[in-house]
């Protein structure tokens, strides 16, 4: 096996903290920080670690990785998953930017600034019935996009790079870990 190959995801967990140290110096030194902003400084945090990150993930996966590398099929009697840094950058890229997808549909339903919420509040002056309904199916809803997104990620990820393609996905929804805890944190 290629020694870059094995040790890629280390490398992209390794560019993640580092992105999030040089993101946070952003959000602490570029805009003064506030108690009413501190939730869009957050937001911009987390744009900027996305972009950050897929902008350093290319270089590390076109001098890392070998021109091209292969994966056992698991379908038998299948050919083998060719695979090549760009369809591995492919599989990070779709699990770094669905995690920020799932991370704004999850503001958008558990902060109290925006509507769901507010109609949640608003159902308990109610009672308690109206209250659990709305509150239900309000989760319901709120996992539809994340499902798409984590539907779409794996597909893209395994058509690319078999099941290294889906570990390498997560690491790239992962890739901003420091970031979206600050934020959760918050």
């Known amino acids: ?106 503001e958008i339903f558990t902060s109290n600034t925006y509507r769901p919420v507010q109609e949640l509040a608003e159902s308990c002056r109610m009672g308690p019935a109206p209250n659990i309904i709305l509150g239900l199916a309000l989760g319901y809803l709120s996992n539809v996009i994340p499902v798409f997104c984590l539907a779409i990620t794996i597909y893209v990820a395994f058509y690319f790079c078999s099941m290294y393609g889906i570990a390498i996905a997560a690491l790239g929804m992962l890739g901003c870990l420091p970031t979206a805890l600050a934020i959760d944190g918050y």
């Open 1 to 106: 096996g290629n020694l870059g190959t094995l040790l890629f995801p280390l490398i992209i967990t390794a560019a993640g903290i580092v992105i999030s140290f040089v993101t946070s110096f952003f959000a602490t030194n570029f805009q003064r920080v506030t108690g009413n902003n501190v939730e869009s400084v957050l937001k911009w945090q987390l744009i900027i670690s996305t972009v950050l990150m897929t902008g350093v993930l290319i270089p590390l996966c076109l001098f890392v990785l070998p021109e091209t590398f292969t994966f056992p099929n698991m379908i038998p009697n299948e050919p083998a998953y060719v695979a090549t840094p760009w369809k591995a950058f492919g599989c990070i890229a779709c699990g770094l930017w669905s995690g920020l997808i799932i991370g704004y549909v999850t």
